[in-house]
């Protein structure tokens, strides 16, 4: 059997739609129909109910679907096996965190370039959920997630490091280098800058804001770790990141950190797929991102 069908056949079982099926596989629609088609009639059972909302799997299928996962993995791992010989090469995605993406996957990269030029590694900044969401459809091969606690049945985790948060402002601000540490009930009345909805650390401390009996604080979201620095950098508010983000800003004098209740550390740990047996390119990239946070 042509295991094409099988990757075909699980990634419509994931997304529920040809289309998106298709898009993943980076097949026309209609290759999609035809191989699901072709399984079907070498399986001799119907594998999915056709639907106006999509594509859904039946009990056959269903029960298949395990086995279908089993024999793409050993066709993985024997592939693994054909070439441990030889020199690393191959694909590997890696999902992060935008606050890691810019502080430190850039150096586990140029590490990886040097030891091994034929490895591609691509980076992916999403959020937890998209982490695992990709983790599931097989788009990323480990991703770093950036949360307390880590509970899915189906990925597994390894705590790696935790990373000191910083509260910060700008040089002028009033909170800045002053004697007495800034309360919460003092910080409730501010605005702060704070990274995307998903990000756990900030919501952490939103929810901890907004929890101060008589809280007025101003929350302003942004994407992009770049324009919260800048903001806050401006005098417009304060805000909350890993120190790893803000060393050389706070080492040229364009932020500084405003003393007040410890916040806690962000926890880093390193998430793969329970069933999905890793490369020897996958497992390589993951020794050096642990080694790269261990140190």
């Not at 999609?32 to 999915?48: D, H, N, P, Y």
């Not at 501010?190 to 919501?203: I, K, M």
């Not at 926890?267 to 797929?273: I, T």
Request: proline letters at 5%; one cysteine or more.
């Amino acid at each position: 059997m042509d295991t094409r069908l099988l990757q075909t056949f699980t990634a419509l079982a994931r997304t529920g739609s040809f289309t998106a099926a298709a898009a993943e596989l980076h097949l026309a629609q209609s290759t999609v129909t035809v191989q699901i088609k072709a399984l079907e009639k070498a399986l001799g059972t119907r594998l999915f109910d056709r639907l106006a909302r999509g594509a859904l799997l039946t009990g056959a299928g269903a029960q298949l679907l395990t086995l279908a996962e089993d024999v793409l993995e050993a066709e993985s791992r024997l592939l693994a096996a054909a070439t441990e010989d030889g020199p690393l090469t191959g694909s590997v995605m890696v999902g992060a965190a935008e606050t890691l993406c810019s502080a430190h996957l850039p150096s586990v990269i140029a590490v990886l370039r040097d030891d091994h030029p034929d490895l591609e590694v691509h980076l992916q900044p999403c959020s937890t959920t998209t982490a695992v969401e990709g983790l599931r459809a097989g788009k990323l091969d480990c991703a770093l997630l950036l949360e307390e606690q880590v509970g899915y049945p189906d990925i597994t985790v390894e705590h790696i490091a935790d990373q000191p948060l910083v509260l910060l402002c700008a040089p002028g601000h009033r909170l800045a280098r002053r004697e007495q540490p800034a309360t919460w009930q003092e910080l409730a009345q501010e605005d702060f800058f704070l990274h995307e909805q998903g990000c756990s650390y900030s919501d952490r401390l939103a929810q901890r804001l907004e929890s101060v009996a008589g809280a007025r604080p101003r929350l302003t979201r942004f994407g992009s770790i770049e324009a919260t620095r800048s903001c806050v950098a401006a005098g417009l508010g304060l805000t909350a990141l890993p120190h790893a983000n803000v060393v050389e800003s706070l080492r040229d004098g364009r932020l500084t950190a405003v003393p007040g209740p410890a916040l806690p550390d962000v926890s880093v740990h390193l998430a793969r797929h329970r069933r999905r047996q890793p490369t020897r390119a996958a497992d390589t990239v993951a020794a050096q991102v642990v080694r790269h946070f261990r140190r």
